[in-house]
C-alpha cells in the first residue's frame, strides 16, 4: 500500500517535472565555452605570397587561421551607443518625422560624401547590453547560460578581440559603460568606467565619454579607444523613443562625433554602432524586428578596399569581429562564427587593384576555415547539434574546398557566393541551438503543467480522500502507468523507425499528455463526488481559508513585477507573519460568552491570561521574534542597492562563539526535551546515536570553526591542511550515518518487561496488584512488556533527525550563518506546534478531522521555506551563490561532489522543510499527550503519536495528501515563475532577474521532490517498525 | 458632545492616555516585526504607531472608554452598534496599512514610497471606509433605520 502512494507521488511529480524540463529546454539556451585560443600561423603575407596563396597552406594545424592579414599601424575608434537603431541614422524624408529621425547629421555627411558606409547591423536575441557587449568582442552568439564561463564573476574567458589586441602589444583605452569593465578587469592601459545600472540618469555617463574622450583623443599612444555612451538607451527606458529627450541624445551624441571625426588620422578606422535597437516603447532584450535592427557607420579618411564588390545593406552582428580583426591584423577570435566584410577592408597597399580577387578569395578562405574548425570542434565536445546537420555541412565544405583550389576569375563570384552562404548556414544551425527561443517546447511545456497542477488539485481537493483510497487500492495506478509506458514506448518505436526526430522532446510532450487523460478520466468517472465534496466545504467556508487564498495569489502574481521579485526576502517573512497572526487571532475564545456577563473586567482579562488563545498568541510571537532576527542574515542582491542594509561588523571570532554556543544549548534543549519524552533510555543503536553523536558533531564544528579563522600565517605553523578538513569530514559522515541508520532503526523506544504496572491515572488497582504479586510468590514473571517514549515515537525520530541535519547544512553554511540552522529549526516546530493548536481549535468535537492538514498550514510550511532561503544568506542571482562551501573538503577533482555541495548549501532551507513536512502531520498528535491543556478533548487522544499508528488507512491518505498539497503549491510557484519569464522574455531585466527567479524555483522544486518522499518514507518505517515491535512484544506473551 | 464631557474627568483621561500609548507601543512593536527597519528608522516606526493608536485606539478610549478597549483587545463580541463601529474600523484601518506596504518594494523611485507614508495613508483611507462600511450597512441594511433614533438610545444608555 505504501508502495503505491509513493509511486502515486513520483508519478505526479514526474509529470510536473517533464513539463518543466520541456519548458526549459526551450527558454534556456545553453552553449559550452570553449577555452582555445586562436593564433596565426603566418602573421603577415606579402603580396607575392597572396599570388601563391593557394600553394601556402601551412600543414602545422596547431593554429586556428593560416594568415593574418592587415597593416600593422592602423588605429580604430569604437564607438557604441547604446540601442542606436538603424533609423535613428539613416536619413529620413518622410511625412511623419519622429523626434528621432535625422538627428545624427555627422553621420549622415559621412554617408553621402566622404564614403563612410552605413549598415544595417543584425543583432542576435538576447538583446541586452552585457550579451551584445559579449558578441561584439568574442564573435560568438553568447546565451543566457554559457557553460563553463565563469558563474561568479562576469569575465569573459572565452577568446576574444580585446585579449588578441593586447597581446600583440596595443594600447586600448576604455571610457563609458561599465559593463565592459566588467567582462574585461584589468586588460585595459586607461580606463574610465562609469555605473549603468541606473537607468533614470541620462547624462553621467555621456558627459563622462565626452570629457575623456576629448583629452584621449589628444594623445597619441592609443591604438584602440572605446567609448560606450548609454544616454540614448537609457533615455528610451525612461521616456520612449518618442519624446523631446531622445532628440537631445543623440544630437549630443551626434556633437561628440564630430569632434571624433575632426581629430581622426588618415590612418584610423572609426566604427559608430549601436549594440541593439529599441522597441517603439524603448525596451529591448527580445527579438523583434526594431531590437535587432542596430545601426553601424564604417568611416576610413583612406578608401576602402574595392566598390567593385559588391555593397550589401545587412550585416550581421557577429560579422564586425572577424572584419575589425582583419583590419587590426590581430588573428580571429577562436570561437567567432561571423563572416568578414570585404567592403570594409582598407587596402593592403597602393598597388592592391589587380590582385583584389585573390586577396578576397584569400581573406574569405581562412575565414571559412576558421569557422569550421570552431564549429567541428564544437560538435566534437558536445552533442548539441544533431549528427546529420554537422555531416551536411562538413560535405558543403569539402565541396568548397575543391572549388577553392580550382579557383579563377571565371568562378571567382558563385566561390565568393557560396562560400558566404556556407558560412551563413553554419551560423543558422549554431543559432537555432543556442539563440533563438523554442516557443514550442515554451508554450506546450506552460499547457502541460497548468493542466497537470489543476487536475492534481481537483484530485486531492475535490475528491474525498476515502475514494482517492478506494482508488489507489485499485487497478487504476496500473492502468494509468500501463498507458504511460505504453505511449513512451510507442514513442520509442516511432523514433526507431525515424518517424519522430526529436526523441527528448516527444517523450516529455506524450508521458506528460497520457499523465494528463489518466488524471483527467479519474476526474471525469468521479465528477459527482467532486462536485458533492466541492458543495460541502463551500457550504462551511470560513475566513481563514480565504485569506489563505489571498496571500497564496500574492506570493505568486508577485513573481510578474521585477521589484517584488527584487525585494521578496522581505515579502515572503511579510506574508508569513500576517497568515500566522490571522490565524492565531481567527481562534475564538469560547468561554467568554457566558463569562462575560457574569464577571466584572478585571476577571475577564485573568480569564483571557490563562486562555488557550493566550498561549497561542505568546508562541506567535516568539516565532515572529525568531522570523525578525534571521532579517540579519540576508544578503543584499545589486538591484536593492539603497533598501538593504546588512549588518557586517560582526567580528569572525563572536559570530563563532556565538554559533557554538547556540548549538550547545540547542542539543541540550533537545536532549532534555527526549529524555522527558522517554525517548532516551536504554541502549537501542538509535538512541546511543542521539545520545552521543550530536556532542561529537558540536566539537567537531566548533574546532572546525575556531582553527579555520585563525589567521593563514600561523596556520600552517600547527596543523596542515588536511588535518582541518577532516573535521567537517568527520561532522558530515557521522550526519549522514546516524540518518542512515535513523532509517534502518527508526524507533528512538526502550522496552522492559517490568513487573510493575503503572496504570495511567489509576494508583490504586495498580498499587493492589503490586501487593498481590509481592504477597503471592509465584507470580514473578508477569511478562507485560513497558515501553519507554511509544507515545512519541515519530515526533522523536523526527527530532532526531532535524539534530542531524542541522548539523550537515551548518558545516555547509559555515561559521556566520550556522545560527540560522538552529532558528530554522526552532520555527518549524514552533509552527507546527502553533498550526496544530490551531487545528484543534477549528476540529473541535471530531478526531477524524485532526488527521488532515489543511491548505493553510501548508501554505505557512512552504512561505517559511522559501523565507530561509533568503535567511541562509541566499538570493535568486548566481552572484550570491556561496561558492566557497565547495571547497570544505579540499581540492577535489571531479566536478560532481563540489557541485552537489553548492546544491545542497543553496536549497538547505527547501531540502529541510520537505524533510520534515510530516511534522505538520505528527506534531498534533505530541502537543496532545505532551500539553493536553491546550486541546478541549485530549482525553480522545490518550494514545499519543500511536493513533498514526493505529488509523493506517487514514494516515497514509492524509500523508498523501499533504505530499500532495506541498507539491502542487511548490508547482504552482514554479508555474508563475514560467509564465512570468515568458511573458517578460523582451523585458529589460528577463536575464538579471526573471530567468534567474525561474531557474533557482525550478532547481529547489526539483531538488526538495526527493526529500519529501524520503519524509513520507521515514514515516512509514517507523509504522512498520512499531507493528513489528507490536507483534513481538504480543508473541512473547 | 455630552458623552464626551461625561469622560472628561482626570483620572479616566490620564487612563486614556496611558492605553493610547500601550497602543502606540503595540503598533510599534507590530510593524517591526513585519519587517519596518529598527535602527534607522524608529522615530519614522513610532510615528506610525502613535498614527494608527490616534486612528483606532484613540477614538474607542475617547467615546467608549477604555473597558471598551479591554472588551476588543480580549477578543469579546460588541455589545451594542456604537462598539460594532470601533470594531470594524479597526479591523479595517489595520487591513489599510497592510494593503498599504504593498507600495513600498516597487521601483517608482517616488518620494513617497518611504516607510511609513504609504502604510499611514492605506491606514487612514481603510479608517474612512470603516466608518462608510459601518454607515452604509446600518442605514442601508441595518434593521435600526432613523438617525436620531440611534443617537437617543446610546445617550439613555450612558446617562
Known sequence: ?1037 | MSIIYRHMDLVESIKGIIIYCLGTIMFFVAAVLFGAEIMSKHEETLMFGAFVSLLTIFPMTLHTGRQAVMKFMTNQPAPNMFHKMFYRTFQFTIAGAWVGAAYIPLDWDRAWQAWPITCSFGALIGNILGYMFILVQHFVFGTHGVFGKKKKSFSGKYS
Open chain 1, 1 to 1037: 500500500m505504501t508502495c503505491r502512494y509513493v509511486l502515486l507521488v513520483s508519478w505526479i511529480s514526474l509529470t510536473l517535472v517533464s513539463a518543466l524540463l520541456l519548458f526549459s529546454r526551450g527558454f534556456l539556451m545553453t552553449r559550452t565555452v570553449l577555452k582555445q585560443k586562436s593564433c596565426c600561423a603566418v602573421d603577415s603575407v606579402h603580396l607575392e605570397g597572396i599570388r601563391n596563396s593557394r600553394n601556402l597552406f601551412v600543414p602545422d594545424s596547431n593554429c586556428s587561421q593560416k594568415f593574418c592579414l592587415g597593416v600593422g599601424n592602423t588605429r580604430a575608434i569604437i564607438f557604441v551607443v547604446d540601442a542606436l537603431r538603424y533609423d535613428f541614422v539613416a536619413p529620413y524624408s518622410g511625412l511623419e518625422e519622429q523626434y528621432y529621425h535625422n538627428k545624427m547629421t555627422v553621420l549622415d555627411d559621412l554617408v553621402t560624401t566622404k564614403g563612410a558606409r552605413l549598415y544595417k547591423f543584425i543583432a542576435d536575441p538576447p538583446t541586452t547590453t552585457f550579451q551584445r557587449v559579449n558578441a561584439l568582442t568574442t564573435g560568438s552568439l553568447p546565451t543566457f547560460i554559457d557553460i563553463g564561463s565563469n558563474f561568479a564573476s562576469t569575465e569573459i574567458n572565452e577568446d576574444n578581440i580585446i585579449d588578441k589586441l593586447i597581446s600583440t602589444n596595443r594600447t586600448v583605452v576604455f571610457i563609458g559603460d561599465d559593463t565592459w569593465t566588467g567582462l574585461y578587469p584589468n586588460r585595459f592601459t586607461r580606463q574610465y568606467p562609469y555605473p549603468s545600472f541606473n537607468v533614470w540618469d541620462l547624462d553621467t555617463v555621456d558627459n563622462g565619454v565626452k570629457s575623456h574622450l576629448a583629452t584621449e583623443l589628444q594623445k597619441t599612444d592609443w591604438d584602440v579607444i572605446l567609448a560606450h555612451v548609454l544616454g540614448v538607451d537609457h533615455c528610451g527606458h525612461r521616456y520612449g523613443s518618442k519624446h523631446p529627450e531622445m532628440a537631445r541624445k543623440l544630437s549630443e551624441t551626434n556633437d561628440m562625433l564630430r569632434e571624433v571625426v575632426e581629430s581622426m588620422d588618415n590612418r584610423t578606422v572609426l566604427f559608430v554602432m549601436g549594440d541593439h535597437g529599441m522597441t517603439e516603447s524603448g525596451d529591448h532584450g527580445g527579438e523583434s524586428h526594431k531590437e535587432v535592427t542596430a545601426a553601424l557607420v564604417v568611416y576610413s579618411k583612406n578608401p576602402f578596399l574595392s566598390s567593385r564588390l559588391s555593397v550589401a545593406p545587412e550585416i550581421q552582428q557577429v560579422d564586425f569581429v572577424p572584419t575589425f580583426s582583419q583590419i587590426m591584423g590581430i588573428p580571429v577570435p577562436f570561437s567567432s562564427l561571423g563572416a568578414t566584410f570585404l567592403t570594409n577592408l582598407p587596402p593592403q597597399s597602393e598597388d592592391y587593384g589587380s590582385n583584389t580577387h585573390d586577396l578576397a578569395s584569400l581573406i574569405v578562405w581562412t575565414n571559412v576555415e576558421q569557422v569550421t574548425n570552431y564549429f567541428t570542434e564544437y560538435a566534437r565536445t558536445n552533442s548539441q547539434f544533431p549528427s546529420s546537420v554537422v555531416d551536411k555541412l562538413l560535405k558543403n565544405y569539402t565541396s568548397l574546398l575543391e572549388k577553392y583550389k580550382n579557383l579563377n576569375i571565371a568562378n571567382f563570384s558563385t566561390f565568393m557566393e557560396e562560400s558566404l552562404k556556407y558560412m551563413n548556414d553554419l551560423r543558422e544551425v549554431c543559432r537555432a541551438v543556442w539563440v533563438q527561443f523554442d516557443s514550442f517546447s515554451m508554450s506546450r511545456g506552460l499547457v502541460l503543467i497548468f493542466l497537470t497542477i489543476s487536475l492534481g488539485f481537483i484530485v486531492v481537493d475535490g475528491l474525498p480522500s476515502e475514494l482517492l483510497h478506494d482508488m489507489i487500492k485499485g487497478p487504476f495506478l496500473w492502468y494509468g502507468f500501463l498507458f504511460v509506458a505504453a505511449s513512451s514506448g510507442l514513442c520509442c518505436v516511432l523514433h526507431y523507425f525515424k518517424l519522430i526526430s526529436r526523441l527528448e522532446l516527444s517523450l516529455y510532450i506524450t508521458s506528460c499528455c497520457s499523465s494528463i487523460v489518466a488524471l483527467s478520466c479519474l476526474i471525469v468517472l468521479n465528477w459527482y463526488q467532486v462536485a458533492e465534496h466541492w458543495y460541502k466545504l463551500n457550504k462551511s467556508s470560513d475566513p481563514l481559508s480565504l485569506i489563505t487564498r489571498v496571500i497564496a495569489l500574492v506570493s505568486a502574481v508577485g513573481m510578474f513585477s521585477n521589484s517584488y521579485v527584487v525585494q521578496e526576502s522581505s515579502i515572503i517573512p511579510y506574508l508569513l507573519t500576517s497568515l500566522v497572526w490571522v490565524s492565531v487571532i481567527d481562534v475564538k475564545l469560547e468561554a467568554v460568552k457566558k463569562f462575560a456577563e457574569k464577571c466584572s473586567n478585571f476577571s475577564i482579562f485573568g480569564y483571557f491570561v490563562t486562555s488557550v488563545k493566550c498561549k497561542l498568541i505568546l508562541l506567535a510571537l516568539c516565532l515572529n521574534v525568531i522570523l525578525r532576527l534571521t532579517f540579519y542574515f540576508w544578503e543584499c542582491r545589486e538591484e536593492q542597492n539603497t533598501n538593504c542594509h546588512r549588518v557586517k561588523n560582526i567580528s569572525k571570532t563572536l559570530s563563532c562563539v556565538m554559533t557554538v554556543i547556540s548549538f550547545a544549548t540547542f542539543i541540550t534543549l533537545a536532549r532534555l526535551l527526549l529524555r522527558n519524552l522517554g525517548n532516551l533510555t536504554g541502549w537501542s543503536p538509535p538512541i546511543f546515536v542521539s545520545r552521543y553523536f550530536p556532542t561529537v558533531n558540536v566539537v567537531c564544528c566548533g574546532c572546525y570553526w575556531i582553527l579555520n579563522s585563525l589567521p593563514t600565517v600561523n596556520k600552517p605553523k600547527l596543523f596542515f591542511s588536511w588535518q582541518i578538513q577532516l573535521l567537517p569530514i568527520t561532522v558530515f559522515f557521522i550526519s549522514g550515518g546516524a540518518i542512515v541508520l535513523l532509517y534502518v532503526f527508526p524507533l528512538c523506544v526502550h522496552r522492559t518487561y517490568n513487573t510493575v504496572l503503572y496504570h495511567h491515572g489509576n494508583l490504586i488497582p495498580s498499587i493492589f496488584n503490586k501487593m498481590r504479586n509481592i504477597m503471592s510468590s509465584h507470580n514473578l514473571e508477569d511478562r507485560t512488556p513497558v515501553v519507554y517514549g511509544l507515545a512519541t515515537v515519530y515526533s522523536a525520530t523526527f527530532i532526531n533527525l532535524s539534530i542531524f541535519i542541522s548539523f550537515l547544512s551548518a558545516v555547509l553554511l559555515g561559521e556566520s550563518r550556522a545560527v540560522v540552522n538552529v532558528l530554522m529549526i526552532c520555527t518549524m516546530f514552533l509552527l507546527a506546534v502553533i498550526l496544530s493548536i490551531v487545528k484543534f481549535e477549528k476540529a473541535k468535537n471530531s478526531k477524524g478531522n485532526c488527521f488532515s492538514v489543511p491548505w493553510w498550514s501548508v501554505l505557512c510550511w512552504a512561505l517559511s521555506s522559501s523565507h530561509f532561503f533568503y535567511a541562509t544568506g541566499h538570493q535568486p542571482t548566481f552572484s550570491t551563490v556561496q561558492w566557497d562551501c565547495a571547497g570544505i573538503f579540499g581540492n577535489i577533482v571531479s566536478t560532481i561532489v563540489p557541485g552537489m555541495l553548492v546544491i545542497l548549501n543553496t536549497f538547505i532551507s527547501q531540502i529541510t522543510h520537505s524533510l520534515l513536512l510530516p511534522l505538520l502531520m505528527i506534531i498534533p498528535f505530541t502537543v496532545a499527550t505532551v500539553w493536553p491543556k491546550v486541546v478541549h478533548n485530549s482525553h480522545e487522544f490518550r494514545n499519543g503519536e500511536l493513533e498514526l499508528f493505529q488509523n493506517d488507512d487514514l494516515r497514509r491518505q492524509e500523508m498523501f495528501n499533504l505530499l500532495a498539497r506541498y507539491i502542487l503549491f511548490s508547482a504552482f510557484k514554479v508555474f508563475v515563475s514560467m509564465f512570468s519569464a515568458c511573458i517578460h522574455s523582451r523585458h529589460l531585466m528577463v536575464w538579471a532577474i526573471f530567468a534567474p527567479k525561474f531557474i533557482f524555483e525550478g532547481v529547489s522544486f526539483l531538488v526538495s521532490l526527493p526529500f519529501l518522499l524520503l519524509g513520507f518514507l521515514f514515516v512509514e518505517r517507523i509504522s512498520t517498525k512499531i507493528s513489528c515491535l507490536v507483534t513481538e512484544s504480543s508473541h512473547i506473551d
